[in-house]
């Protein structure tokens, strides 16, 4: 298993179930999304997370080649990453993350 990585900012979000560092706040790029549980956040960086099987997924902004990611320290699904966009308008989402926000705790300072 990955060590767990800790995050170092004030404001960030943790896995719900286990409370394992996932993502600082500031790294959010949009609230906009949406997750099978609702609302998601899309975002730069988030650690202590593992890929499931990559698959092409029709998302509502067209079909991208996307994975699952799973918390490291209590493999619970957490969201997905973005491996390739096809439509050139989408392809700023390649390389970054999805996280469900009712899958998280949020720390603040
Ligand atoms: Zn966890």
Partial sequence: MK???YIEADNKYKCLSCKAHLSAVDSVVSKEFKGSTGVAYLIEDV???FDGTSEERELMSGVHVVCDIFCVKCYS???WRYLKAYR???KYK???FILERALLSKETS
Avoid: L
């Fill in 3 to 5: 060590i767990i990585e």
């Fill in 47 to 49: 650690v202590n997370t």
């Fill in 77 to 79: 699904y957490v969201g």
């Fill in 88 to 90: 050139e308008d989408q």
């Fill in 94 to 96: 390649e390389g970054k």
